[in-house]
């Protein structure tokens, strides 16, 4: 948006100044703090994202933050480094997946659309499996016969899931950030799969979630001290992962060093995966398929290092972030 949108502009004002759907006007505050961060104005930007943001709390789901701390001290405990290292009967020998993971607009969309770019692989999206799936691993008594019957229809039932998209290709990408919740079960199911953690400058992740506009989902992202709670407890729970799953497992992809050096990270991450040299990877945004995605836009973009410390622009309204920095 530029200063010639001013009709745009007068537009939105005229219709926020009648009565609206909620939804209606959570929509128009989240475009006029788009508006004004295009415009560099990011005192009047802000001031319409804080403003969205608390029209989205009034419909969303409540954020728990000792429900989520609770859940994570469970995963902590029950995939614990004898776990990890457990030889688990009923696990499955596919290399076929690949797992990226990594909280909400840090690069996750990114990753799978540079490897979705090589000719023997295929971007399957988020695949909704695996929050069942810990659920049904769960119920299951540690060592005993069921777990392992349990452990192996877990693999079978994603293959024949990610088996019907993978055609040909030698690997299938499964992008859904929030495995990062899930990657113990993931490794025991497929201890030859490959897991890629992407991170990204935690206050310019924070406020790109605080800037999105997701309906009820992601409902601590509608708040500062919810989004450093909710990012403190991935932070907690992926250097569990990073402390106990095995190195060739699990590969941290830095977002602003892949930004920096394309090629070089790129050529890392398919030796990673297991895949040889495709320089079409390094034009994934001439990849044409469907991004569902809140990055849809992005991936069709030449890398670039706009989204880099985006944060600084934002700094004296950040005060419940800053504790991430450390």
């Not at 608390?54 to 609770?70: F, I, N, P």
Request: net charge positive; charged share 20%; aromatic share 12%.
């Amino acid at each position: 948006m530029t200063r010639a949108d001013g009709a745009w502009l007068e537009g939105v004002e005229a219709l926020l100044a009648k009565p609206l759907p909620l939804a209606h006007q959570t929509g128009l505050r989240y475009a006029l703090g788009k508006y004004y961060d295009d415009l560099g104005e990011y005192s009047e930007a802000f001031s319409h994202y804080r403003q969205a943001n608390e029209l989205s709390k009034r419909h969303a789901a409540r954020y728990d933050r000792a429900q989520l701390t609770q859940y994570i001290d469970g995963i902590i405990g029950n995939f614990d480094a004898a776990f990890a290292a457990a030889s688990h009967s009923g696990a499955s020998v596919s290399e076929l997946p690949v797992f990226v993971v990594g909280m909400p607009r840090s690069g996750t969309t990114l990753i799978e659309q540079i490897l979705a770019s090589h000719s023997q692989a295929v971007g399957a999206g988020e695949v909704n499996f695996w929050e069942r799936a810990a659920e049904r691993f769960a119920g299951c008594a540690p060592g005993s016969a069921a777990r392992a019957s349990a452990l192996a229809a877990l693999g079978r039932d994603y293959l024949a899931l990610i088996g019907a998209r993978a055609g040909q290709a030698l690997r299938v990408i499964d992008k859904m950030p929030a495995n990062f919740l899930y990657a113990g079960l993931i490794h025991a199911a497929f201890p030859h799969a490959r897991i890629l953690h992407v991170q990204r400058h935690p206050l310019d992740t924070c406020l790109s979630l605080y800037f999105q506009n997701f309906g009820e989902r992601h409902p601590y992202a509608n708040d500062l001290d919810s989004l450093a709670h909710y990012y403190g407890e991935y932070l907690r729970l992926t250097r569990h992962w990073r402390a106990v799953l095995p190195a060739a497992a699990l590969l941290e992809v830095p977002y602003e060093a892949l930004v920096g050096e394309q090629e070089y990270w790129t050529r890392r991450i398919l030796k990673f995966v297991g895949l040889p040299w495709d320089a079409r990877c390094l034009e994934f945004h001439r990849t044409e398929r469907v991004v569902i995605t809140a990055s849809r836009w992005q991936v069709r973009q030449k890398i670039n290092t706009r989204s880099i410390g985006r944060w600084r622009n934002y700094e004296p309204y950040l005060a419940p972030l800053r504790p991430l920095l450390g």
